[in-house]
Structure formats: structure tokens, C-alpha cells
């Protein structure tokens, strides 16, 4: 998972504005990554993130994420994903 997890912080590198709040890319979760994809990505860094750990990952991670008490999910964005998770993912 650690060059999973570095190839997922150089999307994020590769594109700062998605986490404008720090430049420590070092101490990132995963779920901080796709978070912000999910929030603030293209399509294209969404396809890259789940080509790099998976459909099945990034829907636990996605419903991590929703089920959170205080989520920062955008809600159109946790609609979407919500039904793209239950069509694609197992």
C-alpha cells in the first residue's frame, strides 16, 4: 500500500489546488486524497486514484467517508458516487 499510497500523493502534487491547505504531502491518508478528488477532482484523477487501489477500496473508503457524523462530502457529490459505488463496485 505505500507506493499505492505515494502514487496516489503525487496526484495530489500533481495537482495542488485540490488541497490547497497544505504542501506536506508526506503525512496525506488516503482518505484525505479521496476526499478531495471526490470533492474537488476531475474525472480523470478519480479513474487514476481507483486504477491505483481499486473499485472495491474506494467504495469503503467513500462509505467511510459519507458515514462520518460531520462528512465533508459535498452532497451532490455523495449522491453521485453513492449510486456509481452501488452499480460498480461488489
Do not use: C
Request: cysteine-free.
Amino acid at each position: 500500500m505505500d507506493k499505492k499510497l505515494d502514487k496516489a500523493r503525487d496526484i495530489i502534487r500533481n495537482n495542488p489546488g485540490l488541497i490547497w491547505y497544505t504542501t506536506g504531502y508526506e503525512d496525506l491518508s488516503i482518505e484525505a486524497i479521496a476526499e478531495a478528488i471526490f470533492n474537488y477532482g476531475s474525472w480523470d484523477n478519480f479513474q487514476e486514484l481507483q486504477s491505483l487501489i481499486g473499485t472495491n477500496t474506494l467504495a469503503k473508503i467513500f462509505q467511510k467517508l459519507a458515514q462520518k457524523k460531520r462528512s465533508n462530502l459535498h452532497s451532490l457529490v455523495k449522491n453521485y458516487f453513492n449510486n456509481y459505488f452501488v452499480k460498480y463496485a461488489s
